[in-house]
């Protein structure tokens, strides 16, 4: 399904047969974490183990968009999700159809690039189709995503550390941090 970066791979991050077939459906090393998609703050905060002042910062400023945070997962998330580290990525998007699936189900859901790994992302849901056939079972079309890719952030160490950078510049992120 589209978001407001890129396409991704939606599925029950609490349900492990569906986080099997995401991992399947990407090709993608079982150490590797899954991200998850939030509707809110509260629902972030609920799925980690500390909130720290930078996630409070970067969160407030940047979510819902193209902003993902590596935080400690709470108990409550499957180690497998986690990719067996204890560190989740978390997002909150902007995107409508987004907002309504999360409301809807009430929880956060997996929500990984539409791609099997090591390919790029998929942009619209005529070449997540061409891509992903066969390997997942629905595709919803919203056309196609010309925003780049969500950035992400670790602020798990005591410094945060950039994983990659998309639509938020580091340089926006320092300066929302600057002091913090």
Known sequence: MPTDALYTLVADPFNLHAVGQVFNA??????????????DLLMAEDLMTEVTSRF????????????????????K???????????L???????????????HMGQPLIATSANISGQPTCRSG??????????INLVIDGGVCTAGGAT???????????????????????????GA
Request: proline residues 6%; positive net charge.
């Open 26 to 39: 990407k090709g993608r090393e079982s150490h590797r974490s899954l991200p998850l998609m939030v509707s």
């Open 56 to 75: 409070l910062l970067l969160a407030r400023r940047f979510w819902p968009g193209p902003l993902t945070l590596i935080v400690p997962a709470s108990a």
């Open 77 to 87: 998330v499957p180690l497998k999700v986690t990719g067996n580290t204890g560190r």
């Open 89 to 103: 990525a978390l997002r909150q998007s902007r995107a409508k159809i987004v907002g309504a699936l999360l409301e």
């Open 126 to 135: 005529i070449e997540v189709f061409g891509m992903m056939d066969g390997r």
């Open 152 to 178: 992400t952030v670790d602020i798990t160490e005591p410094y945060w550390r950039m994983i990659k950078e998309g639509a938020v510049s580091e340089k926006d992120i320092a300066e929302c941090l600057k």
